[in-house]
């Protein structure tokens, strides 16, 4: 048996004495720090998912399941932050994320380094939504489905009802809130921009009658570009807006909510991403080539009470 514990563990002996090769070779030859930073990504996400496992079994005993999510997210800021000097920097001065519960959290989805940041600012009792197919990936998967995400099946309308359903449940019973990814995928733009909204975050805030939250993460293609292979180390700063009450708004106010929170966000988004890269406003490109909302999907459907 214990035998067996030396391939993975020879196996991620490997791993981290290439990671430290390659982080060499980039004084060098600089693309080599995308693959450096990459492979310290992947191995750090590991260990904070494999821990994430012991750690949301141990709160779930100890009364506290609904933190194991902060608490592995925190880890993982801490490890990111000394394997690739990538740091996303909050603006909170209101104390939202602490204050707001329950509530349905938005952001902007740019590319895989989006984990990273809900480890920066993820508040406690709050849970994500993620697609089916990530409950069976090994440990991350496995860590997820411990700490009570939501899993939702893009292609099957009714599966993506019954999650919702259940989201909205617990946003009720539960006082827990939760953090969606309206854009439902990753931009990966240069530019600070949005995808269409769904509509599936906004039927669930008005169903549950809680604020919505936007959250704006500056553009960052000069810290993460995987079609230039750039990958560099900065601080990225993300912003929380204020609440938005759904008090009172019904199914017929969705349309002009969502357009509404994404005009709000893309203004911050191109403000936010002049600061990070230290240019004025009227410098940042403003790109906008998408409608405000998505056409109706699985996910964007009312969900029932």
Same mark, same amino acid.
């Given at each position: 048996?214990?035998?067996?514990?030396?391939?993975?563990?020879?196996?991620?002996?490997?791993?981290?004495?290439?990671?430290?090769?390659?982080? =060499? &070779?980039?004084?060098?030859? $600089? *693309?080599?720090?995308? %693959?450096?930073?990459?492979?310290?990504?992947?191995?750090?996400?590991? /260990?904070?998912?494999?821990?994430?496992?012991?750690?949301?079994?141990?709160?779930?005993?100890?009364?506290?399941?609904?933190?194991?999510?902060?608490?592995?997210?925190?880890?993982?800021?801490?490890?990111?932050?000394?394997?690739?000097?990538?740091?996303?920097?909050?603006?909170?001065?209101?104390?939202?994320?602490?204050?707001?519960?329950?509530?349905?959290?938005?952001g902007?989805?740019?590319?895989?380094?989006?984990?990273? =940041? &809900?480890?920066?600012?993820? $508040? *406690?009792?709050c849970? %994500?939504?993620?697609?089916?197919?990530?409950?069976?990936?090994?440990? /991350?998967?496995?860590?997820m489905?411990?700490?009570?995400?939501?899993?939702?099946?893009?292609?099957?309308?009714?599966?993506?009802?019954?999650?919702?359903?259940?989201?909205?449940?617990?946003?009720?019973?539960?006082?827990?809130?939760?953090?969606?990814?309206?854009?439902?995928?990753?931009?990966?733009?240069?530019?600070p921009?949005?995808?269409?909204?769904?509509?599936?975050?906004?039927?669930?805030?008005?169903?549950?009658?809680?604020?919505i939250?936007?959250?704006?993460?500056?553009?960052?293609?000069?810290?993460?570009?995987?079609?230039?292979?750039?990958?560099?180390?900065?601080?990225?700063?993300?912003?929380?807006?204020d609440?938005?009450?759904?008090t009172?708004?019904?199914?017929?106010?969705?349309?002009?909510l969502?357009?509404?929170?994404?005009?709000?966000?893309?203004?911050?988004?191109?403000?936010?991403?002049a600061?990070?890269?230290?240019?004025?406003?009227?410098?940042?490109?403003?790109?906008?080539?998408?409608?405000?909302?998505?056409?109706?999907?699985?996910?964007?459907?009312?969900?029932?009470?």
């Amino acid at each position: 048996m214990a035998s067996l514990l030396y391939y993975p563990v020879y196996f991620l002996e490997g791993c981290v004495a290439l990671t430290i090769g390659l982080y =060499m &070779l980039s004084l060098v030859l $600089p *693309k080599a720090a995308f %693959v450096a930073r990459s492979l310290a990504s992947y191995l750090s996400l590991l /260990l904070c998912a494999g821990l994430g496992v012991f750690t949301s079994i141990a709160f779930s005993w100890l009364g506290h399941g609904q933190s194991a999510q902060w608490a592995v997210g925190r880890s993982f800021k801490y490890v990111m932050a000394l394997t690739t000097g990538v740091r996303f920097e909050i603006e909170d001065p209101k104390d939202i994320l602490g204050k707001t519960r329950p509530a349905v959290f938005i952001g902007n989805h740019q590319t895989e380094l989006d984990v990273l =940041m &809900l480890g920066a600012m993820f $508040p *406690k009792y709050c849970s %994500v939504t993620a697609k089916s197919s990530l409950r069976k990936t090994p440990f /991350l998967g496995w860590f997820m489905s411990l700490s009570g995400s939501i899993f939702i099946d893009r292609a099957s309308k009714t599966d993506a009802r019954a999650a919702m359903a259940g989201a909205a449940n617990q946003i009720q019973k539960k006082q827990q809130s939760v953090y969606m990814f309206p854009e439902g995928t990753r931009s990966y733009s240069k530019e600070p921009e949005l995808l269409p909204f769904k509509k599936g975050a906004f039927h669930l805030a008005v169903q549950a009658q809680v604020p919505i939250v936007p959250v704006v993460v500056a553009n960052y293609s000069h810290i993460l570009n995987t079609k230039d292979l750039v990958f560099n180390a900065g601080v990225i700063p993300v912003k929380v807006l204020d609440p938005i009450d759904t008090t009172g708004l019904t199914t017929a106010d969705v349309d002009e909510l969502c357009k509404k929170t994404r005009d709000l966000m893309l203004k911050e988004l191109i403000a936010l991403t002049a600061q990070a890269r230290g240019e004025s406003v009227s410098r940042v490109p403003a790109v906008d080539n998408y409608p405000s909302v998505a056409k109706t999907s699985g996910t964007d459907m009312k969900v029932a009470a």
